[in-house]
């Protein structure tokens, strides 16, 4: 199904450029507002968004175009995508919007959007929406336009739930957590979460400017973050993106554990306690081999989804896995939430290293990985992926790797990127194969 607007994660690009623009903003919220609206009952929609200075004017066109369609909106100002999902369903409204476009830098925005029950859209409900664009509204009388008003308590509400997923047996006390808010959308509520639940908290990426979302901090760059860990002494650090629905952590020793060490370790923990449903994990081709072996000598499976944490989910639902996720840090546990939640990933992380008593670098390594590299190759336009020339080289590729290692080739969903990764036994191999097909799409 081919779509317009919509790409792996809703809608997002540079800002004050379509689609990204407070008309394009408008329209979206008329046309979404128009596909839920069902039924006689009044009609409301969460809004929450990062701290990105477009973010504001995002938020007031989505607010004139939902009013204009009859349908009442919420406010709750800067929050995680999580807590959008959660106070969509909890809330019982009728559609929820989050404004983020997640790591990206503050000139980019974007606009996710939820269903009732909290998940996000389906395919089926996009295409709908982005049918609606091409038409003209129907605006409401003037004595069925919506109202909007603010929330003040959304954060609270957030950070109960998410305490709420930390085993209450457990405490934090006595560990010292560096958490990187990369100057986003947690950096309130994720530091307070782990205070109240005893741990000794040095946050950093906490004073969000307008323009410093994700700028040298948060999940994409640990540097800051690692350096921190090392120099304070901490047991851990935590980071997350500017939307706060993925982790990274970094050891005692200033090391870097990605997404899926992390999944290795909650669904190992969870097997063994009898919480892991499925059989096993869902993850996206990108996650690295070395995961699917640890994983086979647990007994486990890994189900292998294209890339976006919304096919993991879909996947998740489908086939009844409650544990899921990518390599870069999106940590679906749907015993617990609705989307990838940064904050919960951490919580059930940080219960397994109490649990163990372990420092985290013993705790957080449990397989070697293959050596694997992903290479971004930025475009301006056209098709490269279609070129001959690049075509030839991936074929090639693919014939050296065959039997020893993987080739994912990909335009990405959320930029104008393509995503090429290998991985294999062999690390030079892996390099040649890679430098060649950039080296092609770079020239196509």
Not at 117 to 146: Q, T
Request: proline fraction near 3%; charge should be negative.
């Amino acid at each position: 199904m081919t779509r317009k607007f919509f790409g792996t994660d809703g809608i997002r690009g540079l800002t004050n450029t379509m689609p990204m623009t407070a008309e394009m903003a408008l329209r979206i919220g008329q046309a979404a507002g128009a596909h839920f609206l069902r039924g006689d009952h009044r009609h409301r929609v969460v809004i929450g968004k990062d701290t990105r200075l477009s973010g504001y004017m995002m938020e007031t066109a989505l607010i004139a175009g939902f009013t204009s369609v009859g349908m009442d909106v919420v406010m709750v100002g800067p929050v995680p995508t999580p807590a959008v999902a959660l106070l969509t369903h909890s809330m019982r409204a009728d559609l929820g919007v989050m404004i983020s476009a997640s790591h990206n830098k503050f000139v980019d925005n974007g606009i996710k959007l939820f269903g009732p029950d909290g998940f996000k859209l389906s395919d089926e409900d996009e295409a709908a929406i982005e049918a609606l664009l091409e038409k003209a509204p129907r605006l409401v009388p003037a004595a069925e336009i919506g109202r909007s008003k603010k929330i003040e308590d959304a954060r609270g509400r957030y950070i109960h739930a998410a305490k709420l997923t930390f085993p209450p047996e457990l405490t934090l006390s006595g560990l010292r957590i560096v958490i990187d808010c990369a100057n986003g959308a947690a950096y309130q509520v994720a530091p307070s979460a782990l205070w109240e639940l005893g741990a000794e908290v040095e946050a950093i990426g906490v004073s969000p400017n307008g323009v410093n979302i994700n700028d040298q901090c948060g999940s994409t760059d640990t540097a800051l973050l690692r350096r921190t860990v090392v120099e304070s002494g901490a047991d851990l650090g935590l980071a997350l993106d500017g939307d706060a629905d993925r982790l990274i952590v970094v050891d005692e020793k200033g090391e870097e554990v990605d997404g899926d060490q992390l999944m290795a370790l909650i669904a190992s923990s969870w097997h063994r306690r009898g919480q892991l449903k499925g059989g096993g994990i869902v993850a996206t081709v990108m996650s690295n081999l070395g995961l699917e072996r640890f994983l086979e000598g647990e007994g486990l499976s890994l189900e292998r989804t294209k890339v976006g944490d919304r096919y993991v989910l879909e996947t998740m639902r489908t086939k009844g896995y409650n544990v899921g996720g990518e390599q870069s840090g999106h940590i679906i546990l749907t015993d617990h939430a609705r989307t990838g939640d940064g904050l919960v990933a951490a919580l059930q992380v940080l219960a397994c290293l109490v649990r163990s008593g372990e420092r985290a670098s013993e705790l957080l390594n449990l397989f070697d990985p293959l050596p694997q590299r992903l290479e971004n190759v930025r475009f301006e336009g056209g098709a490269p992926l279609g070129n001959a020339a690049v075509q030839a080289a991936i074929a090639d590729a693919e014939a050296r790797l065959a039997g020893r290692g993987r080739l994912v080739i990909r335009k990405s969903g959320t930029e104008p990127l393509i995503r090429v990764m290998a991985e294999g036994e062999d690390e030079s191999l892996v390099d040649e194969v890679i430098d060649t097909i950039c080296a092609a799409v770079k020239a196509a």
